[in-house]
């Protein structure tokens, strides 16, 4: 069973940093396409940052130089550091393989909150 924990959410000022920490329990970290993806109130989920199992990455336009994905295949977590954060990346972050590769559940997400 697949299970994604993530972690590290919280509140913080405008040009603040935060990291963020997704464990993935079972195989699928070691073969898919990990991502990033997040849901703002009243919006859809939109995909963020995606990392393949080799390290090749994407962002999308509006966080690119200030959010970088990472991930630790020996210990099945999934990173995202965010610098200088602004108010409209307040939402709830959610770890996940790019929907189109694989449709299974989701974890709980960790909410950031960016507000001075």
């Known amino acids: 069973q697949v299970q994604f924990v993530e972690s590290g959410g919280g509140l913080v000022q405008p040009g603040g940093s935060l990291r963020l920490s997704c464990t993935v329990s079972?195989?699928?970290?070691?073969?898919?396409?990990m991502g990033w993806y997040r849901q703002a109130p009243g919006k859809q989920r939109e995909l963020v940052a995606r990392?393949?199992?080799?390290?090749?990455?994407n962002y999308l336009d509006s966080v690119k130089g200030r959010f970088t994905i990472s991930r630790d295949n020996a210990k099945n977590t999934l990173y995202l550091q965010m610098n200088s954060l602004k108010p409209e990346d307040t939402a709830v972050y959610y770890c996940?393989?790019?929907?189109?590769?694989?449709?299974?559940?989701w974890g709980q997400g960790t909410q950031v909150t960016v507000s001075s």
């Open positions: 990392i393949t199992t080799g390290g090749s990455a």
């Open positions: 996940h393989p790019p929907v189109e590769f694989w449709a299974g559940g």
């Open positions: 079972g195989t699928i970290f070691l073969h898919y396409v």
